[in-house]
């Protein structure tokens, strides 16, 4: 029985490496169909939630669009 799980955890290892081999893993962030993480934040004028890279930051706060920060500071 000890012997079975031994042979098992092998057999385990030798194919996780091979597997490596096949498919090298690629760097965090660049896997394909998996798009990157961008964090979502609140209009501070009407809190809807938008990309960080979509929106603008103006004077310590973030805004959605141009118009809000004009808004927001008007
Ligand atoms: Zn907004």
């Known amino acids: 029985m000890f012997k079975l ?3 098992t955890l092998i057999v385990v290892y030798l194919m996780r490496s091979f597997w ?3 498919y090298p893993s690629l760097p ?3 896997e394909p169909g998996k798009p990157r993480e961008i964090p ?3 209009c ?3 809190g809807i939630l938008v990309a960080e890279n979509k929106g603008i ?3 310590g706060h973030f805004f959605c669009q141009a118009d809000h920060a004009d808004r927001y500071y008007a």
Do not use: D, F, Q, S
Request: aromatic share 6%; with cysteine; glycine share 6%.
């Open 5 to 7: 799980l031994i042979i």
């Open 20 to 22: 490596r081999l096949m």
């Open 28 to 30: 965090p962030g660049l």
């Open 40 to 42: 979502l934040k609140a």
């Open 44 to 46: 501070e004028y009407c």
């Open 57 to 59: 930051h103006r004077r």
